[in-house]
């Protein structure tokens, strides 16, 4: 099964410019057979997914749920996880967990890694070897990168904004720590739709199937790959990406202490569950 499984929509990213009904349809014309919706810190694409679908279940004609892709086209719920000292984090959770910390970014990457694996979800690096700030092998985790990358479930091995060297080193890193590795196009535009794929070795019907794949197959559960999208950002602006990355950790650093009462409730909340 061909899989899209780094997307962003307009719904759930402010940076995202594909409406989540266009991004599925347009990768059901180019041959998928789903898409891991992966917002930055939110759910909302996929909720504005979850209306749609609702909507053609609730009419009656064959036609008109075939035309909407629900028969043949699978949408999965994930996130793109900001961590305060580990860059961008892939988080995909069963279908029924829901919780809404993982929508309050700053979490450092180890308390991130214990909520995932404890509620039965995987998680991994998103282009690990990208940006200062956004990539965990240029952050400031990278030092103790062995501990973490040995609790990682997967990584993203190929990013299709990334540099070739990029994903390169990503995937030295996933056969060095025998993780799977995801391909994904990173599209927040309609030119990079499906740019970046993974094919999984099994049936997938839901998160949960994923998830079980991932684990019982590891390295051999999928294989990924794809083509590069030249009209990122940092190719547009050049030099002045620099100045573009440092304005993302300023705006993730004061995002994350805004939050921090909405996490340390969130957090006492699921302590109190699990006792």
């Known amino acids: 099964m061909k899989f899209d499984m780094h997307c962003h929509t307009k719904e759930g990213s402010l940076d995202g410019k594909v409406p989540i009904a266009e991004f599925a349809a347009r990768l059901q014309e180019m041959g998928f057979d789903g898409m891991l919706v992966s917002d930055h810190d939110s759910y909302n694409g996929y909720r504005a997914w979850k209306k749609i679908r609702d909507a053609f279940r609730e009419k009656d004609t064959p036609w008109e749920q075939e035309d909407a892709g629900e028969k043949d086209f699978l949408v999965l719920k994930g996130v793109e996880y900001d961590t305060i000292d580990a860059g961008h984090i892939l988080v995909i959770m069963p279908e029924g967990v829901k919780l809404k910390i993982l929508e309050l970014r700053g979490l450092p990457v180890l308390f991130l890694i214990e909520i995932v694996h404890r509620h039965g979800g995987i998680l991994g690096p998103a282009h690990p070897c990208g940006e200062k700030y956004l990539s965990i092998t240029n952050t400031r985790k990278h030092r103790n ?13 190929f990013n299709a904004c990334e540099s070739h060297e990029s994903n390169a080193r990503a995937m030295e890193i996933a056969e060095e720590y ?8 990173d599209a927040h535009r309609p030119d990079c739709v499906g740019l ?7 049936k997938i019907a839901c998160e949960s199937d994923l998830i079980r794949l991932v684990k019982e197959k590891g390295q051999e559960s999928c294989v990924c790959g794809g083509e590069y999208y030249t009209h990122t950002t940092k190719s547009r602006i050049g030099r002045a990406n620099s100045i573009l990355v440092e304005s993302f950790w300023f705006y993730n650093r004061v995002g994350s202490m805004l939050r921090h009462r909405k996490r340390k409730r969130e957090l006492g909340k699921m302590y109190i569950r699990i006792k």
Request: include cysteine.
């Open 196 to 202: 970046g794929f993974t094919e999984f070795q099994g």
């Open 145 to 157: 990168c062995l501990a973490v990358m040995d609790r990682f479930d997967f990584l993203e091995g």
């Open 178 to 185: 025998g993780k799977p590795a995801f391909g994904g196009s």
